[in-house]
């Protein structure tokens, strides 16, 4: 069965910092990416998602993953982090053949 | 449009009782998801419906779990009876039909089972 995996369980910044999350999934075929976000005390929202084409992802809010097949990752960053950016991050792949998997997430803490 | 609705956003019952949470998906929307959140496990697709159709009910964790969708625009899921290990939170989707389409989450309802 297909994983995700975030190794970065928790990640404190402090505001203007560089951000890179960890996201590796196991499947080795065609597989299609996302990174979503959970906002304290809201839903889930999309941020970006990679399909085919393109490996460098442009997403809301300045964010940006880059899909890297060999290595089997789909690393977020963002070259400038807010304050609001705190937040709780998700990466999640599927593939035709399986349902959608998430990683367990990556808490955000941004430093004011 | 108002987005995916859950109902309750809370909820606190004993263990044994019967906890039934509700869903309203985006109108237009095809598939419909049920997710768990947890500390643990993270989060876990439970069940998805294509057209009010149950496609991939192998997240649900036994048998004390229940889902239906009698039709479009609402569904429900089931534990019957609750235990404390249910305690969770728990996410209602919806998107365009199947999975490899951006998912619009509902609030959760957070259930507690004491």
């Known amino acids: 069965a297909q994983s995700v995996s975030q190794h970065n369980h928790h990640v404190i910044l402090s505001e203007a910092a560089s951000l890179e999350l960890g996201c590796n999934y196991s499947y080795g075929g065609t597989v299609n990416l996302f990174w979503y976000v959970q906002y304290p005390g809201q839903h889930l929202q999309l941020l970006l998602k990679y399909f085919s084409g393109d490996p460098l992802v442009k997403g809301i809010k300045g964010f940006e993953a880059e899909f890297i097949k060999s290595k089997f990752s789909f690393n977020l960053r963002k070259p400038s982090v807010q304050w609001s950016d705190t937040a709780e991050y998700f990466c999640?792949?599927?593939?035709?053949?399986?349902?959608?998997?998430f990683g367990k997430g990556t808490r955000l803490h941004i430093l004011p | 449009d108002a987005g995916v609705i859950q109902s309750p956003r809370h909820e606190v019952t004993e263990m044994g009782q019967e906890v039934t949470l509700r869903c309203k998906p985006i109108s237009g929307h095809n598939s419909l998801f049920w997710y768990r959140q947890t500390m643990m496990r993270g989060l876990e697709l439970l069940i998805y419906f294509n057209n009010n159709v149950p496609i991939d009910d192998s997240g649900m964790p036994e048998d004390r779990f229940s889902a239906k969708m009698p039709n479009a625009s609402f569904s429900t899921l089931k534990i019957q009876p609750s235990e404390p290990r249910d305690s969770a939170v728990y996410f209602c989707a919806s998107s365009y039909p199947g999975q490899a389409n951006e998912q619009f989450f509902g609030p959760g309802t957070r259930l507690t089972v004491l």
């Open positions: 999640a792949s599927w593939h035709r053949d399986d349902k959608i998997i």
